[in-house]
């Protein structure tokens, strides 16, 4: 599935849980996992892990603060991406 | 400056009505839209093409003066007749290929988000659209309009 449809997809499932539940993307598109991370924090929902496999990525998302909140204080969620070796990147 | 309650805004000129132009202003509001952020877009110009209903599925791929084009030719045969259109098949073949949204159904994702559409007044006046001419879900309004809106967002861009 094409960006923007992953991220307004997840937009969606998380107005359904609650603070804490976990959403779990499998993303096909690079794009839309490129920009898990900058999501994560301009939504304020965590990002608790991706992992690849086969050309899905499957990536673990927290459901953070209330929708709609600002960004700012929000926490840095990406440490994964930065550390880890999920994307493929160093 | 950005608004009081902390909800950010992102707001557009769409000011070209070629198909590759048409996209940037319409993925990033749809992608504004999942971050939770307001959106605007201000179709001005031959931007407005983008959101007239005889023309949205009919967007073009100009093959002159564009050195990135699909296959790049020189002018001299980029101005030859066809080479919009074939310029135009292969750029939607590719579209199809990479399973890439369409115009149609990037604009579905912006009404549906309350993306706010506002067609240029005074484009309108000027090459003679009328409003039922544009989809549904377009305001009309002037550059005051725009300004205002964008008075208030966080990220402003002319495309």
């Known amino acids: ?90 | 400056m950005s608004k009081a309650n902390g909800v950010k805004r992102i707001a557009l000129i769409a000011s070209k009505g070629t198909l590759d132009m048409a996209y940037p202003p319409l993925i990033l509001a749809s992608t504004a839209i999942s971050m939770d952020w307001e959106a605007g877009i201000f179709f001005t110009f031959y931007g407005l093409d983008i959101i007239k209903r005889a023309k949205l599925d009919h967007l073009k791929v100009p093959s002159l003066a564009n050195p990135a084009m699909p296959v790049p030719v020189p002018n001299i045969i980029g101005a030859l007749p066809g080479m919009t259109a074939m310029a135009t098949m292969m750029m939607k073949n590719w579209i199809k290929k990479a399973n890439v949204a369409t115009i149609p159904d990037l604009l579905d994702i912006c009404r549906e988000g309350d993306v706010r559409l506002i067609g240029c007044q005074m484009t309108m006046d000027l090459m003679g659209v009328r409003k039922e001419e544009l989809i549904d879900g377009i305001e009309v309004g002037g550059a005051a309009t725009f300004l205002e809106y964008a008075s208030e967002a966080d990220v402003s861009l002319f495309i």
């Open chain 1, 1 to 90: 599935m094409p960006s923007p449809y992953p991220l307004l997809g997840a937009r969606a499932a998380l107005a359904f849980m609650k603070r804490g539940d976990i959403l779990r993307l499998m993303l096909t598109d690079l794009d839309s996992v490129l920009g898990v991370p900058a999501w994560c924090r301009m939504t304020g929902n965590p990002l608790l892990g991706v992992v690849e496999r086969a050309g899905v990525h499957c990536v673990l998302v927290q459901k953070g603060g209330p929708s709609r909140r600002s960004l700012r204080g929000g926490p840095a969620s990406n440490d994964l991406f930065r550390h880890g070796s999920l994307t493929g990147h160093p």
